[in-house]
Each structure stands twice: as C-alpha cells, then as structure tokens.
C-alpha cells in the first residue's frame, strides 16, 4: 500500500500540530529530528511520526511508527533528552550534550550509552542502568574538580566543546600529512 509519514509535535494539554506530510519515512525523521533539536525553547513534550495507508477506507487507515516523550537530560540536565518508544533508545539533542542510550544491534540483552561531549561510552544491563550510567559520568566528571574550575556549566560544555573540536582537528591534521607524504 501507498503510505505517507507526518512527524507531529504536542503540547502539555495535548494540542498537536503537524510538521508536514511526506511521501518518505526518511523526510518525516529527518524533520522530526530537527525539530527536536529546536525543541529547547517551546513547551513542546511530546511527538511522534504517524503513517497513514493512502485510499483506505476504514478506521485503521493510520497507526503510530514511533513515539518520543521529552525529558530533562541526565548529563546536561537540560529538558532535550527525548526517549522514543518505551525506554528502547534516548538521545539528547542539545548539540553540546548529544548523550545517548541504546539496546545494542548485536546483543540485546546489553545496553549501550554515551556521551559524546566528553568521549565516554559505558554497557549496561537495561535501559534503567544505562540511565544510571549517565547520571554517573556527569557526577564522575563534577567530581574530578571540573565544577570547581568552570563558572557555570554551560562554560563546562564550550570546554568540552572545543577539545573534541581541537582532537578531530588533530586526526584531520594527522591524515592530511599521511595523505601529502
């Protein structure tokens, strides 16, 4: 059957509003995603991507594909951790966190988190742990004396920021010499 994807976007009172309908699964993401990373500054607290069957008669002609719940983030404690689906994966998207949890492609009875600011990854044995874990890495990394020297934490995350940008200008530095050599 023919099919169209609509990413749709609620309020706390449950007010939705459509984002767009289209043709392929990859552009209702695509612009769920972007939104979500916006999200920072609406009260928007919940989305989804809705697929509906094209000439369907019927009440079934729509059914949910995935949905996102928003939650404040365990590392950057800022409300853009958005958790899809019942507790299967989460992602952080303020651009200076980008802290994640996943079941694991290969096993999965294993949970994967991170935090990519900082460069950690840790396994977990369910979706609670992983949660834990990240909780963990930001006291882990308040406690090694980080808090002490930062004024705030958003001068902590530009930190972060700039050494992952200096160690990819490194590796891309270290590969253009191997490549003129």
Same mark, same amino acid.
């Given at each position: %059957?023919?099919?169209?994807?609509?990413? /749709?976007?609620?309020?706390?009172?449950?007010?939705?509003?459509?984002?767009?309908?289209?043709?392929?699964?990859?552009?209702?993401? +695509?612009?769920?995603?972007?939104?979500?990373?916006?999200?920072? #500054?609406?009260? *928007?607290?919940?989305?989804?991507?809705?697929?509906?069957?094209?000439?369907?008669?019927?009440?079934?002609? =729509?059914? /949910?594909?995935?949905?996102? +719940?928003?939650?404040?983030?365990?590392?950057? #404690?800022? &409300?853009?951790?958005?958790?899809?689906?019942?507790?299967?994966?989460?992602?952080?998207?303020?651009?200076?966190?980008?802290? !994640? *949890?996943?079941?694991?492609?290969?096993?999965?009875? &294993? !949970?994967?988190?991170? !935090?990519?600011?900082?460069? !950690?990854?840790?396994?977990?044995?369910?979706?609670?742990?992983?949660?834990? &874990?990240?909780?963990?890495?930001?006291? =882990?990394?308040?406690? @090694?004396?980080?808090?002490?020297? %930062?004024?705030?934490? #958003? @001068?902590?995350?530009?930190?972060?920021?700039?050494?992952?940008?200096? /160690? =990819? =200008?490194?590796?891309?530095?270290?590969?253009?010499?191997? /490549?003129?050599?």
């Amino acid at each position: %059957m023919k099919q169209v994807f609509a990413p /749709i976007v609620a309020t706390p009172g449950g007010s939705e509003t459509t984002l767009g309908v289209f043709s392929k699964e990859e552009d209702a993401w +695509d612009v769920l995603r972007a939104f979500l990373a916006k999200a920072g #500054e609406t009260d *928007i607290v919940s989305g989804n991507i809705t697929v509906w069957e094209i000439d369907y008669v019927g009440e079934d002609g =729509q059914f /949910i594909l995935a949905e996102f +719940d928003r939650n404040p983030c365990p590392v950057c #404690e800022e &409300r853009s951790f958005w958790v899809e689906g019942d507790n299967e994966r989460a992602r952080c998207y303020n651009l200076r966190c980008g802290s !994640w *949890i996943e079941q694991n492609t290969f096993d999965s009875s &294993r !949970w994967d988190c991170g !935090w990519p600011a900082a460069n !950690w990854e840790k396994r977990a044995d369910d979706y609670k742990q992983a949660f834990r &874990r990240l909780i963990e890495m930001r006291a =882990q990394s308040t406690s @090694a004396g980080t808090e002490h020297r %930062m004024p705030s934490r #958003e @001068a902590w995350l530009n930190e972060k920021d700039r050494e992952r940008r200096t /160690i =990819q =200008q490194n590796k891309f530095n270290s590969l253009n010499e191997d /490549i003129t050599e």
